[in-house]
């Protein structure tokens, strides 16, 4: 990568070129150290990328789809060669540890290996008319040019299980990552592009504008075919209302407060393991952790009691030591809404079983203990909106059925779980929670890459991501009728 990143943050029309308004990056596990240094993007290289992506897409269309699958599979292998320094790109600048941003890189990697696959067997299919003598083909098309703007805390795979459909079902693409990780970002365009300049794909056919989503954002979404976002719902309003004005397609994937219920015939140490793991990994900074622990009244106390004894044995550091378990929240804006967070639960009444405090450790970073409340309601704030930190409640429940209906009383549906030895309940759950994803005794964050991501509510709004249902955003179905 260059000496001087700060000249080369944006990839436009085929070159890397300067932005404007210098954008420094302090890692968050050191923030002594200057993780790099760029310069952002402006409305105007918004619609230069656009321009080249428009010009650029008619030649990816006609490519063969063996030509578009040979792009992904190189952009596969190149993930899979470069997972080391991408790793330790992510986890300087992001917070992320090397253990966890080594399994998003492959991740990565094997999306685009998927959907190298599945760029061979787009779908199709003739069929016969009610008329005589007129035969009937039903065939997709690219949508066009796609704007897909994605968040910091999985910085290469949300972003690549967008931008490996959009590219294998022939679109241009504008990528418009989070600004608090532009590093990793200009990392994978250098993959994408190199791999489509190998392949003899025109310049412009894939950009990278990086800025402020007021700004960059807003030109995106008012410039291109259709939107795919993933972030937050206030912002996933503001984009699905401009998309609809437009009359453009949108896809949205937006926060969760996850439940976990944990029945009375569970074990409890199980239990244990499966929520610590659905709560605190990669600082609580997914969207499918869990927030909420539903626990049935005969095993709360043994429940707590493991979580406890888990909780303190985390261990929480520098992102790039190799002891580390969990590393910082990504910023000082998101740890002191965390910290917010945790003095509101506090002020309405919750109980600190665990954690609640800025950590210090021997270098400055933006460290959170581990936070576990108990004696929670439902209708608290810490359990009606997503904190997006390491931070988790317990709900004492009754029995199953009200820890169902306690479960299904949000105005969120990304993720759940259920830890039960009961088939019956299991079942049962399975079938009636109100949410996109359900996990039978593992923990609520964890999805495969081949099958459908996404939820229910305010959750998520449009088809589905990932998997083969990804074709149902990345192209339009045409009908056509043939007299023979």
């Known amino acids: ?77 190149a993930l899979f060669d470069g997972k080391d320094e991408l790793a330790r790109i992510a986890a300087t600048e992001g917070g992320k540890t090397i253990p966890d941003a080594l399994g998003e890189i492959v991740r990565a990697a094997h999306l685009a290996r998927f959907f190298s696959a599945e760029a061979l067997r787009a779908p199709g299919e003739t069929l016969g008319s009610v008329r005589p003598g007129v035969e009937v083909d039903v065939t997709r ?44 970002s200009i990392a994978v365009t250098r993959i994408i592009a190199s791999a489509l300049e190998a392949h003899g794909m025109p310049a412009g056919l894939f950009n990278l504008v990086i800025g402020a989503g007021p700004n960059v954002g807003a030109a995106v979404v008012d410039a291109v075919d259709a939107v795919s976002f993933t972030g937050s719902v206030n912002t996933g309003r503001r984009i699905a209302v401009r998309c609809a004005e437009r009359m453009i397609r949108v896809q949205l994937e937006l926060g969760g407060q996850n ?132 931070v988790a409640s317990v709900i004492r429940v009754r029995d199953y059925e009200e820890a169902l209906a306690v479960a299904n009383d949000t105005d969120y549906g990304l993720s759940s779980g259920i830890v039960t030895n009961s088939m019956k309940h299991a079942r049962h759950f399975q079938a009636n929670i109100q ?22 509510k305010m959750s998520s709004y449009g088809p589905r991501e990932q998997g083969r249902s990804a074709i149902e955003f990345y192209t339009i179905i045409k009908t056509a009728y043939r007299a023979l």
């Open 141 to 184: 098309e690219p949508v066009g040019v796609i704007g897909l703007v994605t968040p910091w805390n999985f910085p290469v795979a949300t972003p690549m299980w967008k931008i490996a459909p959009a590219l294998a079902f022939g679109n241009a693409v504008i990528w418009k990552p989070s600004e608090k990780t532009p590093g990793i």
């Open 259 to 390: 439940p976990l219920v944990v029945l009375g015939d569970a074990d409890p140490e199980r239990a244990a393991e499966i929520g610590v793991n659905s709560a605190y990994f990669h600082a609580g900074q997914r969207c499918t952790a869990t927030g909420r622990f539903i626990v049935e009244d005969s095993i709360h106390d043994a429940f707590v009691a493991a979580m406890v004894e888990r909780m303190a044995a985390l261990r929480v550091g520098h992102a790039l030591q190799q002891e580390t378990q969990i590393g910082p929240v990504i910023d000082e804006f998101q740890l002191t809404k965390n910290l917010h967070y945790i003095d509101t639960g506090l002020n309405e009444g919750a109980r600190l079983a665990s954690g609640g405090t800025r950590l210090e450790r021997p270098t400055r970073g933006h460290f959170l203990a581990p936070t576990l409340f108990t004696e929670t309601g439902n209708a608290m704030t810490i359990n009606r909106e997503e904190v997006f930190g390491p």
């Open 1 to 77: 990568m260059p000496s001087d990143i700060s000249q080369t943050t944006n990839f436009i029309a085929g070159n890397w070129r300067p932005g404007r308004d210098r954008l420094d990056i302090f890692n968050p596990s050191d923030l002594d150290e200057l993780a790099g240094s760029y310069t952002l993007a402006g409305a105007d290289d918004v619609a230069e990328a656009v321009a080249a992506a428009r010009s650029a897409q008619p030649h990816w269309r006609a490519a063969t789809v063996e030509q578009r699958s040979l792009v992904l599979d190189a952009i596969s292998r």
């Open 435 to 456: 949410a996109g994803m359900t996990m039978l005794n593992l923990p609520t964050a964890g999805v495969d890459y081949h099958v459908p991501f996404g939820g229910r």
